[in-house]
């Protein structure tokens, strides 16, 4: 096993300090502390299991439960995503038991928001998500002519024959006469649950004429190659922690099977852009939401900050937050686990069992610094 300069032992914490350590009166408020939570693997796991942790930590650091004088200001960062924003929002701030503002959400595809303006006026492949809610994320972005697979498979069922429009789907699809539609852009938003069908219908873009199904560009499978469709992802991660056991597979696998399928077919790498954490533009965009939402609630919005980034994923939680030069909490209740004594891959501020363990610890960790 890699035995490198840093030993798990240095960066454990494993005890709160409960409700004794903290009091509004008492305890100096930690002023530049600011935190970004991942959420699956950090506050839920899985789409229906919030972490009691969770509802703890945000009830302390909004102030409700008159442990801290003031609250702290906190943002979530997720790969995950699937839904506008704003529903979003409500859903977690419903599930979460705090009311989160504008300004306090980052999903893997909010980023994008100003990327794809380019694509305002031209029809875009939407990829993943449930039905036709990413449909509806990539209007909320202003995009006008949107198509979901299910619009491509209404229009030819033979493009991929081997899963059958549902009537719900039916109900839902929004079908034209594709042979005179030019895709501009594919652009995959969430976990697909169709690889199969979604993989084809990329593949099939990346290699046409001009974006229209059912070409083939010539030279399509020659190293000079440039296609005519533009390739997006908004989520890195291979694997995620739901509230199976086991890391289960995520959008990042999907991208792997497409560029290994592509490599096999056309010889050639496939060419796409990528955003989601822990790549610079998303963590950019939110230090931005952050300072937002300072300037929301009125603290000094251009002042020094030290945010903690509460993550459960080295590879993109933790990773991101060491580049963006923001401290890092690995935790324990997700993807990351040390109990083989396993180093994550990347060296986080302290690792922790939880998330109330880990903000604790930074609140103190401020104060023990002085920095209030
Ligand atoms: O699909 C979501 C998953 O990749 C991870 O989400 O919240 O841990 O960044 P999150
Ligand atoms: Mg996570």
Known sequence: M??????????????????RGLHATTTPFP???????????????????????AKRVLELLSGSDGRLPKPIPFLLIT??????????????????G??????????SHTPIKEYVEKYKNKPVLIIGGKGESCRRVAESYGLKYPYIPQDIIAWKPSIWDRTELTNEEKSFVKTT????????????????????????????LLSSNKGIFGTRKKGYDKSNFKGDVELIFSNADVEWRSD????????????????????????????????????????DFSELMLRRYLKQVNRNSNGELNVYMVGDNPLSDIDGANRHGWSSILVRTGVFNDNNGELPSHKPTIISDDVEKGVEWAIQEEIRKGNY
Do not use: C
Not at 2 to 19: C, H, Y
Not at 34 to 51: E, M
Not at 181 to 204: K, N
């Open 2 to 19: 890699l035995r490198s300069a840093w030993s798990i032992r240095q960066l454990v914490v494993n005890r709160t300090i409960g409700q």
């Open 31 to 53: 002023n530049k502390l600011a935190f970004a939570f991942d959420i699956d693997g950090v506050l839920k796991q899985g789409h229906h299991n919030v972490l009691p942790q």
């Open 79 to 96: 790969n995950g995503g699937g839904v506008p924003d704003e529903e979003r929002r409500a859903i977690l701030s419903e599930e979460l």
């Open 98 to 107: 705090v009311e989160l503002t504008e300004n306090q959400l980052v999903q």
């Open 177 to 204: 006469d594709f042979s005179k539609i030019s895709f501009a852009a594919a652009l995959v938003m969430h976990d697909t649950h169709d690889w199969g069908r979604d993989i084809t219908l990329i593949l099939d």
């Open 244 to 283: 199976w056991p086991i890391p289960r597979l995520g959008q990042g696998a999907f991208r792997l099977s497409i560029e290994n399928i592509y490599k096999s077919i056309t010889g050639l790498n496939l060419p796409f852009i990528q955003f989601g954490k822990p790549f610079k533009s998303t963590y």
